[in-house]
């Protein structure tokens, strides 16, 4: 493991479900679905889409909990903080009472489920998606081990793999999972 690279690794931008920033959520649950139908079964289906701008780079990603956070556009009120979203209102020791009754005082999920799924797949991606921190970029060249301890560090699912400054794959934390699992009953 000590000699394998990220790049070793990592899960090519061609081979990973992308679309434009101006694509709809819809579009963009259609080719993370085309996506999981072409890969083998061995392997971990993507749970996230890429999103790439209009000069073909990638400028962020669209993962479940942003299309679930998406369904409902009042979550909005609470702000956009990555930080925030990442650390959970129930590690500040709030209580499941006062997690419930933001959902009463700020009206979430007031009208029915299919109508907020109906009015939030035509939403654009760029209205929803999320964009990458600092610290969720990895160098191709990297070894295994200081990709793990990155993942470990700053908790993340997925970490955008660069090459010159340029976004040319993505390397999963399931990935990384099956190969420490994998050297573990290694015989």
Same mark, same amino acid.
């Given at each position: 493991?000590?000699?394998?690279?990220?790049?070793?690794?990592?899960?090519?931008?061609?081979?990973?479900?992308?679309?434009?920033?101006?694509?709809?959520?819809?579009?963009?649950?259609?080719?993370?679905?085309?996506?999981?139908?072409?890969?083998?079964?061995?392997?971990?289906?993507?749970?996230?889409?890429?999103?790439?701008?209009?000069?073909?780079?990638?400028?962020?990603?669209?993962?479940?909990? *942003?299309?679930?956070? =998406?369904?409902?556009?009042?979550?909005? +009120? /609470?702000?956009?903080?990555? &930080?925030?979203?990442?650390?959970? @209102?129930?590690?500040?020791?709030?209580?499941?009472?006062?997690?419930?009754?933001?959902?009463?005082?700020?009206?979430?999920?007031?009208?029915?489920?299919?109508?907020?799924?109906?009015?939030?797949?035509?939403?654009?991606?760029?209205?929803?998606?999320?964009?990458?921190?600092?610290?969720?970029?990895? *160098?191709?060249?990297? =070894?295994?081990?200081?990709?793990?301890? +990155? /993942?470990?560090?700053?908790? &993340?699912?997925?970490?955008?793999? @660069?090459?010159?400054?340029?976004?040319?794959?993505?390397?999963?934390?399931?990935?990384?999972?099956?190969?420490?699992?994998?050297?573990?009953?290694?015989?």
């Amino acid at each position: 493991m000590d000699t394998k690279t990220v790049k070793d690794m990592m899960i090519p931008l061609s081979e990973y479900a992308t679309v434009n920033e101006t694509d709809t959520l819809q579009t963009a649950i259609k080719t993370l679905y085309h996506s999981q139908k072409i890969l083998s079964c061995n392997e971990y289906k993507h749970r996230a889409v890429l999103v790439f701008d209009d000069t073909g780079n990638i400028c962020g990603k669209v993962s479940p909990l *942003d299309v679930l956070r =998406s369904i409902e556009p009042k979550y909005s +009120q /609470f702000g956009q903080s990555a &930080h925030f979203a990442k650390m959970g @209102l129930s590690k500040f020791g709030l209580s499941n009472d006062f997690l419930h009754s933001l959902v009463k005082n700020y009206n979430l999920w007031d009208e029915s489920c299919d109508s907020l799924v109906k009015k939030a797949k035509k939403r654009k991606v760029k209205e929803i998606m999320s964009t990458q921190q600092e610290g969720e970029y990895v *160098d191709e060249d990297l =070894s295994v081990p200081e990709a793990v301890h +990155q /993942f470990i560090l700053g908790q &993340h699912q997925s970490l955008l793999v @660069l090459k010159n400054d340029k976004v040319v794959g993505i390397l999963r934390l399931c990935d990384m999972f099956k190969l420490i699992c994998d050297l573990i009953v290694e015989e």
